[in-house]
């Protein structure tokens, strides 16, 4: 088992900077990727950024350029820097993780951007 605990979400202004935090616990050695999507309302959930257990990233064409992802083993945390944030980056943001049998989600944290 796994469990994955979110903070780091809040209310701002477009252009404006803020990060998530994801706090890993239980099993995280089973883990291979972890990752943040994000759901807006009356939308399906999208990948945001992955990144692998060897550092490897990816990003949804969206946010790459504007949207960090990186974790610190040593803290068993995994984070997502988001800069110039628009409108259109609204949403509950969600930690995952997968490991070769099952995929873990954390509880979501809401982002709103809006003047």
């Known amino acids: 088992q796994v469990q994955l605990v979110e903070s780091g979400g809040g209310l701002l202004q477009p252009g404006g900077s803020l990060g998530l935090s994801c706090a890993a616990s239980?099993?995280?050695?089973?883990?291979?990727?972890m990752g943040w999507y994000r759901q807006a309302p009356g939308q399906q959930r999208e990948l945001v950024a992955s990144?692998?257990?060897?550092?490897?990233?990816n990003y949804a064409d969206s946010v790459k350029g504007r949207f960090t992802i990186f974790r610190d083993n040593t803290k068993k945390t995994m984070y997502l820097q988001m800069n110039s944030l628009q409108p259109e980056d609204t949403a509950v943001y969600y930690c995952?993780?997968?490991?070769?049998?099952?995929?873990?989600w954390g509880q979501g944290t809401q982002v709103t951007v809006s003047s």
């Open positions: 239980g099993n995280i050695f089973s883990i291979n990727v």
């Open positions: 995952n993780a997968q490991s070769a049998f099952r995929t873990y």
């Open positions: 990144i692998t257990s060897s550092g490897r990233t």
